[in-house]
């Protein structure tokens, strides 16, 4: 992945994409039905840069266990996408925060919330241990809900940016 | 209990800081952080892994490891409960939202093998904390090695943009910076010591 603060593109919420910055990716088209291209995200470790790269195999085993099928994601197909092509797609910045705080954050900060909340209550040992779990569960629905709530407003859908041309790869691997 | 549970945050986070004073999760720490989203998304996901595996490897120490005098298996079940916590961090952000997982998944596989999230796991046993303490301490820790991670992808940034001599480009200014910002956080020791 790697950043890009300006590239040619329309609005998006009323603000030109230009000055959003965006967070690039590459993927690849795997299916087109109608208006919908089906495309998949290119896997590439993020620990590209490392020496040790090539003889690491924890990424490896990690995508073999991890089918691909899983992360694929619908484009509009207003670029008239043929399958087997490599795209670059990026993503707002922000919506990578917002995504990140729902799902990781918010259910850590109710499973401590609701542990303290038992322990100034006076709560015994296992009680808080409880009360910590159904905060954390109570935390996991809310951000499935929030969750929801972005996917409709199509906070987190990736955006077409361009055909990948032929020698482009991942900078922040090589970085 | 509040000023126990900040100084706890503050030692855990700044004074004793997972990556510049205990040396651990260092391989993710000049590997990820080439740009400060990746690194944002890689401490996030970390900050999960890491609370939730030390969560579980407590209740699993002191439930089933201490009364059964089972401690010489420690390092092995965390192992395992860290693999299986990853596990479960890529179930939940499935489950949450497909396009989320394809968003952050790709942060996963190198949090399996982070040496950090099995420090703090071990840490937590060692000092034997209470559950709550456990909670807030690795919360904590973990927020300690986020907060590092985007600073150093900040300054490493900056630095893609500056004129390094060609002796010091790339790793060797890298790790030049990484030792100043070491230098910087041994200041928070005299704050407290934990």
Redo the contacts between chains.
């Keep these: 992945m790697q950043t890009q603060d300006t590239f040619e593109g329309g609005f998006d919420d009323g603000r030109p994409l230009r000055s959003q910055a965006l967070v690039e990716g590459f993927a690849r088209i795997v299916a087109v039905e109608g208006p919908t291209a089906w495309a998949e995200p290119e896997r590439a470790a993020s620990c590209g840069s490392c020496a040790t790269v090539k003889t690491c195999g924890s990424a490896t085993a990690w995508f073999k266990l991890t089918p691909a099928e899983a992360s694929r994601f619908p484009l509009a197909n207003d670029f008239n996408a043929r399958i087997g092509e490599r795209i670059v797609v990026g993503i707002r910045q922000g919506s990578l925060l917002r995504a990140s705080s729902l799902a990781y954050a918010l259910p850590l900060l109710t499973l401590i919330g609701a542990g303290l909340f038992a322990q100034a209550k006076g709560a015994s040992e296992g009680l808080t241990i409880l009360a910590s779990l159904a905060g954390f569960a109570l935390g996991l629905l809310i951000a499935h809900r929030g969750a929801k709530f972005l996917a409709a407003r199509g906070d987190l859908a990736p955006i077409f940016l361009r055909r990948s041309s032929g020698g482009e790869c991942d900078l922040s691997a090589h970085a | ?1 509040v000023t126990q ?1 900040l100084m706890l945050i503050v030692g855990a986070a700044l004074v004793n800081n997972v990556i510049l004073a205990r040396f651990l999760g260092l ?2 720490f ?3 952080t ?5 690194a ?3 401490g ?2 970390t ?2 892994v890491i ?1 939730v595996s030390s ?1 579980i490897d407590w ?1 699993i120490d002191t439930y089933l490891l201490m009364p059964y005098n089972l401690t010489y298996l420690r390092t092995f079940v965390f192992i395992l409960v860290i693999a299986a916590a990853v596990q479960f961090t ?1 179930a ?19 949090i ?2 982070n040496c950090a999230v099995l420090g703090v796991a071990l840490l937590v046993v060692v000092e034997k904390q ?3 303490q456990c ?2 301490f690795s ?1 904590a820790s973990s927020l300690g090695y986020s907060l590092v991670m985007a600073i150093f992808a900040g300054l490493r940034e900056r630095i ?1 943009l500056a004129e390094v001599p060609r002796l010091f480009a790339g790793p060797p200014i890298g790790f030049i910076t990484a030792s100043l910002l070491a230098l910087a956080f041994m200041g928070f020791s005299g704050m407290q010591t934990n």
Excluded: N
Aim: with cysteine.
């Design positions: 209990m549970y391989c993710s000049m590997g990820v080439t740009r400060v989203d990746t944002v998304g890689m996030m996901a900050t999960f609370t969560i209740l890529e939940v952000v499935r489950k949450v939202s497909p396009t989320m997982f394809q968003l952050l998944g790709i942060y996963l596989p190198l399996t093998t209470t559950f709550m909670v807030v919360f893609a």
